[in-house]
């Protein structure tokens, strides 16, 4: 109850005890003393609530009794009183014994002023019953009036009522069975069960009776009217069904139409396609969250919760919220910051009043880091102001900051699962494209300075996805990607401030000097591309590891530039085997084994070209005779640039080997060419010798003379 309320019934209870009259020598109206009040009143209030009717039935059954004290010379008594009742009030009507009658007096926002006529005097020290009956009815109107009595919801203040400073009065409330029933300060005991299926709340005889407001609201389980709908999302079609209360067509008609016109808008704002295949329901309800707000979205169950009472900004929010869930971002803070941000530009564009939480109606003392926001039902309503109010306002600085292409980009990426740190366009080595280290692959204004951006823009290298919605942390990185690197600085700040919690502010410096680490390894790295581990460290903000690894990484590069100086001086080109090591899976082991093996066969063939015989004499070519090093070179080279080392390493060792045995092979091949020839004469000589040996002894044996044959 409000305080001018409040004052209007302790200043109709005093109302009542002005009419009291003195008969005797001087009749004057009686003084008002509220610590005493000459007419007393007790009433015993009950609220019968009548769905079906549209109305509460009030019965008031008042005790007035006149506290005074006749003297000698005067008596005192009462015949009517003022009472006010609940703004609204209708249709009253007083009963007593000898026939009472009531009149409205006055009204205004705080009540209904009630002239009581007593239909009798009540004499000093006496009581008299009456009995006070009234409407409470729905006046229909706005969706959030105090009073609404359907067969689906019913909300209204119980008031009890006395004179001032009397205890005793009480308040019963009866409402039908099947109705879930939601009592707001009071207090009133309850539910029982009567016999007659109503379900009874009490608060026992009350000490102060004119502070008692107890706020009722009930609504029931029951059927729904269905509407579905579809709109055209993009190049998409979204399936849309509404679920209002039969006894509600204006909740329909409003929901609805704000929500087929709001969705394209948003759609296009975000740049995001609609994400489900399933109708997405929203739902008539009176939600009962902690947070006071007027709505609730399960993205599981593809289901928005919309008040009876919601504002066009909480339907334009939920409608929000088919996008900026769990399933598009991590964070809560992030959910209901874009949700807040995206329903104010989907009203503005259509000249609606989005009436978005403000830090201005948060109470004063209550403020905290978004990353320590409960979860919705964990936080405090307080707690809950603060951070839809905090959030939002931290989304407007981030869209002023980066703008909202830069935005729009960020959500595309998220919603594809696609991180940041994307490696850049594929380029291979020189000479073999136009492409040069140093080169940048992106195209100037595409954000490719920020750390973050790598790869921005580009077409040839596919994208790596895989990634789980963004939390505060991935979508800064994010955001960065995607935004011009001049405002990285104001980006950070703005997360410092509203963010992160103490404990966490460290790891941006960390972060900044990771990313710094990083640009400087992708320039030295180009035209290759880091391997992945180093990026996915990078986005786990595990900076650490990251920077270890591209230690690693440069290792291995001085490697590659190694390998590169020493296959231009032999006229080789280096194979891509090193570069797919280095760009595949688990590169830190396969790398530097490649890089080893390259450098082992590049320093066999140089050892092969250094024992090459450039240009063989005589002798050399005596010692190649069945030789083939010039073949076995060939083929290491060959091996060498098809990424085969084993048999590089092999075919130069070969190679060396033939070259290195030459000289050997020719000096033996000399001295046994010699000998063979001195052996051929010895055998010459020999043979000569045995033949004149023979003639001489067939001389010997002939006498000298010629044998002669047969005549």
Same mark, same amino acid.
């Given at each position: ?58 019965? *008031? ?18 015949? $009517? !009183? ?58 229909? #109107? ?5 009073? =609404? ?8 203040? +119980? ?30 005991? /309850? ?5 007659? !299926? ?24 029951? /059927? ?6 579809? *709109?055209?999302? !993009? ?32 759609? %296009? ?8 295949? %399933? ?89 905290? $880091? ?6 919705? #039902? +964990? ?109 990285? /600085? ?126 063989? #004499?005589?002798?050399? =070519? ?5 030789? %083939? ?9 060959? +091996? ?23 000289? #050997? ?22 043979? @000569?010798? @045995? ?17 002669? !044959?047969?005549?």
């Amino acid at each position: 109850m409000s305080t001018p309320a409040r004052l209007g019934r302790l200043a109709a209870a005093a109302l009542i005890a002005v009419a009291a009259v003195g008969l005797g020598p001087a009749v004057r109206p009686l003084d008002v003393r509220a610590a005493a009040p000459s007419l007393s009143l007790v009433t015993a209030t009950t609220y019968e609530v009548r769905p079906d009717e549209g109305r509460v039935a009030v019965t *008031v059954q008042i005790t007035a009794t006149n506290t005074l004290e006749d003297t000698l010379t005067r008596r005192y008594f009462f015949d $009517q !009183g003022y009472l006010s009742v609940q703004p609204g009030s209708s249709n009253f009507a007083l009963s007593a014994p000898s026939g009472a009658r009531v009149t409205v007096s006055s009204q205004s926002a705080d009540g209904v002023l009630l002239r009581l006529r007593f239909g009798s005097r009540i004499a000093a020290g006496k009581s008299l019953a009456l009995t006070l009956t009234y409407d409470l009815a729905d006046p229909g #109107g706005a969706p959030d009036r105090p009073i =609404r009595i359907s067969p689906s919801l019913v909300l209204f203040p +119980a008031w009890a009522y006395a004179s001032p400073e009397t205890p005793g009065s009480s308040v019963e409330v009866r409402i039908p069975e099947g109705y879930n029933v939601a009592l707001g300060r009071g207090p009133l005991d /309850g539910p029982t069960l009567d016999a007659d !299926g109503w379900q009874v709340f009490k608060s026992g005889p009350l000490a102060t009776p004119l502070t008692f407001v107890a706020d009722i609201t009930a609504d029931r389980p029951g /059927g729904y009217v269905d509407d579905l709908r579809a *709109v055209a999302i !993009g190049t998409e079609r979204a399936d849309l069904l509404f679920q209002a209360w039969p006894d509600d067509p204006a909740w329909l008609e409003r929901v609805r139409d704000l929500v087929l016109v709001g969705l394209p808008i948003m759609a %296009e704002e975000t740049g995001l396609a609609w994400p489900y295949d %399933e109708p997405l329901t929203f739902t008539e309800t009176f939600v009962r969250a902690s947070d006071g707000y007027a709505a609730q979205f399960d993205p599981a169950a593809g289901m928005a919760q919309i008040g009876y009472a919601a504002s066009p900004g909480v339907i334009l929010h939920e409608a929000a919220h088919a996008w900026f869930n769990g399933g598009l971002v991590a964070d809560r803070w992030i959910a209901e910051a874009f949700a807040s941000l995206y329903a104010e530009h989907a009203a503005a564009a259509l000249g609606l009043e989005a009436d978005s939480p403000e830090l201005a109606d948060v109470p004063l003392g209550v403020a905290f $880091q978004l990353n320590t926001w409960s979860a919705s #039902g +964990a936080a405090t309503p307080t707690e809950d102001a603060f951070g839809f109010a905090a959030s939002l306002a931290l989304a407007r600085e981030i869209e002023a900051l980066v703008g909202a292409e830069a935005l729009r980009a960020a959500w595309q990426a998220a919603a594809a699962g696609e991180p940041a740190y994307q490696p850049g366009e594929a380029a291979t080595e020189p000479g073999e494209a136009t492409t040069n280290p140093g080169e940048s692959t992106t195209e100037p204004g595409d954000g490719s300075t920020d750390p973050a951006a790598a790869g921005a823009g580009t077409t040839s290298t596919e994208l790596e996805s895989g990634a789980a919605p963004p939390d505060w942390r991935a979508l800064l990185d994010l955001i960065q990607a995607n935004a011009d690197p001049a405002v990285a /600085g104001d980006l950070e700040r703005l997360w410092r401030r509203w963010v992160l919690r103490p404990a966490d502010a460290p790891l941006l410096v960390a972060r900044a000097e990771a990313r710094d680490a990083y640009a400087e390894t992708v320039t030295l790295a180009e035209p290759w591309q880091l391997p992945r581990s180093i990026r996915d460290a990078l986005r786990a903000w595990q900076f650490e590891a990251a920077t270890r690894l591209m230690a690693d990484a440069a290792g291995i590069i001085r490697q590659r530039t190694a390998i590169a100086d020493a296959a231009e001086a032999l006229g080789l080109k280096p194979p891509p085997a090193l570069r797919e090591a280095f760009e595949g899976e688990d590169p830190f082991l396969i790398a530097p084994a490649e890089a080893a093996a390259e450098l082992a066969a590049l320093g066999q063939i140089r050892a092969a070209e250094s024992a090459r015989i450039a240009e063989p #004499g005589l002798l050399d =070519r005596l010692g190649l005779i069945g030789l %083939e090093p010039e073949l076995h070179l060939a083929a290491a080279r060959t +091996a060498f640039e098809a990424g085969d080392q084993d048999s590089a390493l092999v075919s130069a060792a070969a190679a060396e080997a033939d070259w290195l045995a030459v000289p #050997g092979i020719a000096r033996g091949r000399l001295i046994s060419g010699t000998l063979l020839l001195a052996a051929l004469i010895l055998l010459g000589w020999l043979v @000569r010798q @045995r033949r004149r040996r023979a003639v001489s002894e067939r001389w010997a044996r002939t006498g000298g003379r010629e044998p002669r !044959g047969p005549a």
